[in-house]
Structure formats: structure tokens, C-alpha cells
Nanobody, 119 residues
């Protein structure tokens, strides 16, 4: 099992920026492709971004490409999501997880971090 603790969310205005962090423990973090998901009120959890073990390859859902940037620090067992030009539709609880080969979440979810973007 991998334990995941997300942080960095908050209440911001449209156009603002935020940086989310995800601290991982319990497994060798650098062995995994990891990613961010989000769940908006009344909607299913959706994939946002992923990064491979080396940090050299990243993947984004279309709605955030060019505004969100995923990165990792394997020495610190930490995953990041830099979000710029935030929009009200980005409002959601954001979660991190290790990913399977088909980009499905591999472990139990953490508590997530709330991001609220006001217009």
C-alpha cells in the first residue's frame, strides 16, 4: 500500500494560480508512474495529469493542457501540480495516486485537497 497526503488547495479567484503537493510513503515512489485526479461536486472522479517514473514524460487531459504542469521530486517522494489561469470549472477535490499501466488508480485514495475557484 502507498499512503498519499495531498495539500496546497484553497479558495482562489479565476485567473489565479495554485501549487498542489502530494507526499507519498509506504512504497518506493520512484518506481511508479503517478498522477492527479479530481472530483467536482456531483461528478465522477476524473483523470487530470500523469508523470512517468523519470519525470521525462507527462500526460494531461485536454481541459488542463497548457494550464496545469505536473512534476515530481523522487528524492522527496513528492508529486506536484502547478496550476495557472485557474477557471471556475477547475473547482474540485484533487487527489494523487500511483497508476497502473492503463492509468487507473493503484492504491486507496487519500483525503484529497479542495480547490475552489470563484468567478
Amino acid at each position: 500500500q502507498m499512503q498519499l497526503v495531498e495539500s496546497g488547495g484553497g479558495l482562489v479567484q479565476a485567473g489565479d494560480s495554485l501549487r498542489l503537493s502530494c507526499a507519498a510513503s509506504g512504497r518506493t515512489f520512484s518506481d511508479y508512474t503517478v498522477g492527479w485526479f479530481r472530483q467536482a461536486p456531483g461528478k465522477e472522479r476524473e483523470f487530470v495529469a500523469a508523470i512517468d517514473w523519470s519525470g521525462e514524460n507527462t500526460f494531461y487531459t485536454d481541459s488542463v493542457r497548457g494550464r496545469f504542469f505536473i512534476s515530481r521530486d523522487n528524492a522527496k517522494n513528492t508529486l506536484y501540480l502547478q496550476m495557472i489561469n485557474l477557471k471556475p470549472e477547475d473547482t474540485a477535490v484533487y487527489y494523487c495516486n500511483a497508476l497502473t499501466s492503463t492509468t487507473q488508480p493503484k492504491y486507496d485514495w487519500g483525503q484529497g485537497t479542495q480547490v475552489t475557484v470563484s468567478s
